[in-house]
């Protein structure tokens, strides 16, 4: 009988990990058809349907003018504070998904994000393709992130995953809910992240406004100058066309 009971919890583990084995790890490289003319962006019924097994999310309601500010921080190129500013002057909430070399590097950065009200998510420690990495290399990229914003700013939990690189599978997807976390893809996004090949405020401008619909989840990187230039204005604009900016605790109620 002891051996039996010694053995049946090591049963269970197996068949958890040859469950885990079973589900595909090919990688997904994230993309959506566009939103224009405040229609929403669609990624298509398969991916729709991957994410929503898994919890996971990419836009909100599509009947309500509400949309979601994200930013993705893989390293500090003096424009955070600006985008603070005008988010506390607009009284705005935000999630910045941060990476180790953020935490380390801009930590002061971070605790005025919790302070000031803001959230501040998971994207991995190093910014690896999380397909390549194995269950336990995951969950130590992301445990390694959520322990140190912890101890920084004192946010006692951390529930929101952007997989670096925007490249997820149904593994990683399993290993990420079963982890605690909660994957937030997105539903407008441009080729911002080019230090090099900055345009000015206007094709920020311009690249929301064009997309922009309800229930729009934005993905913003904080390295551009251009997005810093043209958030206050994007704020305002879409206030004045009845847009709401709320966080992302606010979209995962009513998604669940």
Same mark, same amino acid.
């Given at each position: ?49 991957? +994410? ?8 909100? $309601? =599509?009947?309500?003018?509400?949309? *979601?500010?994200? %930013? ?18 607009? !009284? ?22 919790? #302070? ?9 420690? %190093?910014?690896? $393709?999380?397909?390549?990495? =194995? ?45 605690? *976390? ?5 539903? +407008? ?34 390295? =551009?100058?251009?997005?810093? $230039?043209?958030?206050? #204005? ?5 206030? #004045?066309?009845? *847009?709401?900016? !709320? =966080?992302? $605790? ?7």
């Amino acid at each position: 009988m002891k051996k039996f009971l010694y053995i049946l919890p090591l049963f269970f583990i197996l068949l958890s990990q040859t469950a885990q084995a079973a589900l595909s790890n090919q990688p997904i490289h994230w993309g959506f058809k566009k939103g224009t003319n405040e229609q929403q962006a669609e990624a298509g019924a398969q991916l729709d349907n991957l +994410l929503q097994k898994y919890g996971g999310f990419y836009k909100g $309601d =599509s009947n309500k003018k509400i949309v *979601y500010l994200t %930013f993705d921080n893989g390293y500090e190129n003096g424009y955070t504070e600006k985008i603070l500013d005008v988010l506390k002057k607009e !009284k705005v909430p935000a999630t910045f998904f941060v990476t180790g070399h953020y935490l380390n590097s801009a930590p002061e950065l971070v605790k005025r994000m919790v #302070k000031e009200g803001h959230i501040v998510g998971n994207h991995s420690w %190093f910014h690896p $393709d999380l397909t390549t990495n =194995s269950d336990s290399d995951i969950q130590e990229e992301l445990d390694k992130v959520r322990d140190r914003t912890k101890e920084l700013t004192g946010q006692k939990e951390m529930k929101y995953l952007r997989p670096p690189r925007g490249i997820l599978s149904e593994r990683t997807l399993k290993v990420a809910k079963d982890l605690g *976390y909660t994957h937030v893809m997105w539903s +407008l996004a441009f080729v911002d992240w080019n230090v090099n090949q900055q345009k000015g405020w206007q094709y920020s401008y311009d690249n929301i406004m064009k997309q922009v619909h309800p229930g729009a989840v934005m993905l913003l990187h904080t390295v =551009s100058k251009d997005n810093a $230039d043209a958030l206050e #204005k994007v704020i305002k604009d879409l206030k #004045k066309r009845g *847009y709401k900016f !709320k =966080s992302l $605790d606010h979209l995962a109620k009513t998604i669940q």
